[in-house]
């Protein structure tokens, strides 16, 4: 790629000199390279595919965190790109992830009471003991695609039970995001044949999932129908709840939708995590013994994890009053893209070796971007960090290794919001 020499105090993102969009799925199944190239050279830039408008993608650890932080300039869009479609949605429409202050607030509150620490700790010996067992279930020294048989199922248990759901539940749920997800995904890329950029794309919610939101949705109801009885549980909280701080409730499709987020993010991104991490397991020599040896470094291996292979690689902001990021000047009515799988390896944070696997690196703080920073950050983190330690301690005790199957190679999920493997085959040494 030329150079483009912009400097940090340019008041213009020049077109993308290497030609990267982060919507395209042949771009972003391997988008490290060219991301390297534009934070050394065009650390901004217009990125443009039609007939999508033009996008300023940022690539830096610093601008990130900037525009995460600045959320009276940048509105917040969750996985949407259609900036017409999300100007034209009413607040109480839009899940979590895509919700502005003085909303977010009180639905983060509220999201908080099936996602509290308190809330997940009640439930984590029990979620430990399923991980074990289904740990237990796993063969020896045999080819295993490991995200049905175990990546996916544990995250979906431990979200169903914090929520209050049988198990048997949370592998319907699982079943229903992936098809969500598969059936999105093809109109949310330009890379698709079914691309629709007219239509824009639904929200992270129950318009992305229409079977666990008809499922969430029964249950809402036959709830409501019996006077919400007050038996202490995550939905008896959520459907009475009434946020002290701004005096906002919530109706039930509103309760509907903010379920099937949790459910949502449940199942694919903690699944993608732990995935993600396996195949770094099987991947890196003398980790898996490290770990077997030392389990003390488990947490920050999974922040490593997390800071390399982000489950969310990007999310888009919609530009509300005029900014200025890095020296770039962004207007109201543009929509940025910030890539944090690009930020998480920014040489000026994490040294010349940013895209190497290591436990003894020195981090900026935060460690990384994956989670979100400020009022985003995500609510469901807590979560997905325990059931990730629980799932990975219980592989680390009853096996020896880890290595990837013959003739295996990583394939990414077909969406270029995820980094996740669609497969991972591998084999458990006793």
């Not at 919700?99 to 439930?123: E, N, V």
């Not at 929200?203 to 919400?228: I, L």
Request: proline share 7%; charged share 25%.
């Amino acid at each position: 790629m030329d150079s483009v020499d912009i400097g940090r105090a340019t008041e213009q993102a020049p077109e993308c000199p290497n030609g990267f969009h982060p919507l395209d799925w042949d771009e972003v199944h391997d988008p490290f390279p060219k991301l390297a190239e534009l934070r050394a050279q065009c650390p901004v830039s217009t990125v443009r595919r039609d007939p999508i408008p033009p996008m300023k993608l940022f690539t830096k650890f610093a601008d990130i965190s900037q525009i995460y932080r600045d959320w009276e300039s940048f509105g917040n869009m969750g996985i949407i790109v259609n900036p017409v479609e999300h100007a034209g949605m009413a607040a109480e429409q839009r899940a979590i992830i895509s919700t502005d202050p003085p909303r977010h607030g009180a639905m983060r509150r509220f999201a908080l009471q099936a996602l509290s620490p308190a809330q997940i700790d009640a439930h984590m010996d029990g979620i430990a003991a399923y991980a074990q067992a289904e740990t237990a279930k796993l063969p020896m020294g045999e080819d295993v695609e490991m995200m049905d048989a175990w990546a996916g199922p544990i995250p979906s248990v431990a979200t169903a039970r914090a929520l209050g759901l049988p198990d048997a539940d949370a592998l319907s749920f699982r079943r229903w995001v992936r098809m969500g997800i598969e059936a999105n995904a093809r109109r949310m890329s330009p890379s698709s044949t079914e691309f629709r950029w007219a239509d824009g794309a639904d929200a992270y919610g129950a318009g992305m999932f229409p079977e666990s939101a008809d499922f969430v949705g029964k249950w809402v109801r036959a709830r409501r129908a019996a006077g919400n009885p007050q038996t202490g549980d995550v939905l008896s909280k959520m459907l009475d709840y009434v946020d002290e701080e701004s005096g906002i409730s919530f109706t039930d499709q509103e309760v509907v939708d903010q379920l099937v987020t949790i459910i949502a993010a449940g199942n694919d991104t903690t699944g993608g995590l732990i995935g993600n991490f396996l195949y770094r397991l099987a991947t890196t020599p003398g980790l898996f013994d490290m770990l077997k040896q030392d389990r003390s470094k488990l947490i920050i291996a999974i922040e490593e994890s997390l800071r390399l292979d982000p489950p969310q690689m990007m999310f888009p902001r919609l530009c509300l009053k005029d900014a200025n990021v890095g020296g770039v000047n962004v207007k109201a009515g543009e929509v940025i893209i910030m890539s944090m799988a690009s930020g998480n390896r920014d040489e000026e944070f994490y040294g010349p070796d940013s895209d190497q696997f290591r436990l003894d690196r020195k981090y900026p703080n935060p460690r990384h971007l994956s989670m979100g920073r400020g009022i985003h950050t995500c609510i469901g983190a807590y979560l997905a960090r325990k059931v990730a330690k629980v799932a990975i301690d219980a592989l680390l005790e009853r096996f020896s290794g880890v290595r990837l199957a013959d003739g295996y190679s990583y394939e990414k999920v077909l969406f270029h919001h995820f980094r996740a493997p669609e497969t991972l085959r591998i084999v458990l040494e006793a």
